[in-house]
């Protein structure tokens, strides 16, 4: 996974940030909704492999446990798909795959 501030990106667009991690072969989680807004339907649709947080209470160990659940079932598509979205919320996930080229 991508983290922000550690990777030196404290400040840079969204479009850097997601850049740096798809160089990277890194699969980036956000709580953004304005990222995800921009991931959705925006200019960066399809342009990597993101983890959308999208909770209404910030209950941190349930957050992992979901994280956790999600990663392993979805293991070879993080692995093998370079353009995926997964929007996670209390309890569920919902993916959006990129079409094929």
Do not use: C, H, Q
Not at 48 to 74: H, K, M, P, Q
């Amino acid at each position: 996974m991508l983290e922000v501030n550690s990777a030196g990106l404290k400040g840079a667009s969204d479009e850097e940030i997601l850049s740096v991690a798809n160089r990277e072969s890194r699969i980036l989680l956000t709580a953004d909704k304005d990222f995800g807004r921009i991931l959705e339907f925006g200019p960066l649709s399809n342009r990597g492999r993101v983890l959308l947080l999208r909770y209404e209470l910030l209950n941190w160990s349930r957050i992992a446990s979901d994280l956790r659940t999600v990663l392993e079932l979805l293991r070879d598509d993080l692995e093998k798909n370079p353009r995926l979205l997964v929007i996670l919320s209390e309890g569920r996930y919902r993916i959006r795959r990129a079409p094929s080229p």
